[in-house]
């Protein structure tokens, strides 16, 4: 039988993510990996969730192994909210609510609600892969916008959306990460807030704000300074996505998504049959977790623990890679970004090829977190899950490394 003929035209531009390629070759245990963009497990509540656990089990009993309802556990819904609107300055009703299994099934769905074949989606450039190849499935026509170390160039939205619609696409949303975004770090400015309100009101464009790592913010970063675009303007049509997989257990994918009621409604179907529910026993964990207060004690200690690796880094750079190229020191998250001295036109994928193979040092080349293919002389680094030793030892290979393929380029 020929298999590929039974194959959905959504299944036929299905691409492996190129990060996930990647997995294999960066895990190997005698790897000092940059790579994995996941969070520490040293970082992990791991006696309170087990203490949390024993209690469930004993009061609960099966019923905390039971299906639950397709938008959430309502006390998670109601502790979710209000603890989004205390810390986040981002109100929502129970209508506006619901809770997703991780942020990037909350991607799909919103993708299988929202857009069309041709459909114009725009993004920051760079941005997360996970949303680039999530709406790359469902055909939309992606559109990458220029952005700085403050945020993304408005201006530069504005003329996407115009060439999208001369092309004959519908422009239908702008996916952004305003703080400490999956790659670059970046921090927004609320100037670059503010003026991507105004184009998204102007052209009407729906705003998917992820802040998977908005609570993951480093001394001297006040609250002003993370805004949420939800909370300076709670009448925008945004789609506001927060999780807990970054700040509380990555494997618990609990994650939720608060937007106007008419929208949450259809996201609701769509986890209906996409995986009915969320599970009941992540739900229920993370719920005991919220309404003990444990999240208030647990995150100081998170972001101090995200913060001296940070440093760590930026340190090591500035002590290795002066000359190669240029960074901005984290503020917050979980990554840094280098963006190396275009002129000698150095593609970081061959340069990883070698790196792991002979200096055992992994990062992730920057071409996958960009629409177009570009972005072959930047790398992404996160310093999540490197030792301290490690940090100074493995950025002084990767230095030598990329210095001798700019040698070759010379």
């Not at 609107?85 to 991780?102: F, L, N, P, W, Y």
């Amino acid at each position: 039988m020929d298999f590929e003929a039974l194959f959905s035209a959504d299944a036929r531009v299905m691409q492996p993510s190129l990060i996930r390629r990647l997995t294999g070759l960066v895990n190997q245990p005698d790897v000092i990996s940059f790579a994995a963009g996941s969070p520490s497990a040293e970082t992990f509540p791991y006696s309170r969730l087990t203490e949390i656990y024993h209690d469930l089990a004993t009061v609960e009993k099966g019923r905390l192994f039971q299906y639950s309802v397709t938008r959430g556990n309502a006390e998670l819904v109601e502790a979710v909210r209000e603890r989004t609107a205390r810390v986040q300055g981002v109100a929502a009703s129970a209508d506006e609510t619901m809770i997703v299994s991780g942020s990037q099934q909350g991607l799909d769905f919103i993708g299988r609600v929202l857009l069309d074949p041709g459909d114009a989606a725009f993004v920051e450039k760079p941005s997360f892969p996970g949303g680039i190849d999530t709406f790359a499935t469902y055909r939309a026509r992606l559109f990458g916008v220029t952005s700085h170390d403050d945020g993304m160039d408005a201006e530069d939205l504005a003329r996407r959306v115009r060439e999208a619609r001369a092309a004959g696409h519908r422009p239908k949303l702008v996916y952004v990460i305003p703080n400490f975004q999956n790659p670059s770090g970046r921090l927004w400015s609320l100037e670059r807030r503010r003026a991507l309100l105004e184009v998204a009101r102007a052209e009407n464009l729906l705003i998917v704000e992820d802040d998977a790592y908005g609570e993951l913010y480093f001394d001297g970063v006040t609250t002003e300074q993370r805004s949420r675009l939800k909370a300076l303007d709670p009448e925008a049509p945004i789609l506001y996505m927060s999780t807990y997989s970054k700040t509380l257990a990555a494997g618990l994918r609990v994650a939720w998504i608060m937007g106007p009621a008419p929208v949450i409604s259809r996201l609701v179907l769509a986890k209906e049959v996409g995986d009915l529910c969320t599970s009941t026993l992540s739900q229920k964990l993370t719920l005991e977790f919220l309404r003990r207060g444990w999240m208030d004690e647990h995150l100081p200690g998170v972001r101090a623990f995200y913060q001296h690796k940070a440093q760590l880094v930026d340190a090591a750079l500035h002590k290795h890679f002066r000359g190669l190229g240029r960074w901005t020191p984290p503020r917050g998250g979980l990554f840094v970004w280098v963006e190396l001295e275009s002129a000698y036109a150095i593609d970081t994928w061959p340069v990883l090829e070698a790196s792991v193979a002979e200096d055992k040092v992994a990062f992730i080349p920057g071409k996958p977190f960009f629409v177009g293919g570009v972005g072959r002389h930047c790398l992404r680094l996160s310093y999540s899950n490197v030792t301290d030793d490690n940090i100074d030892k493995g950025l002084e290979k990767l230095s030598r490394r990329l210095r001798a393929a700019r040698e070759s380029v010379v």
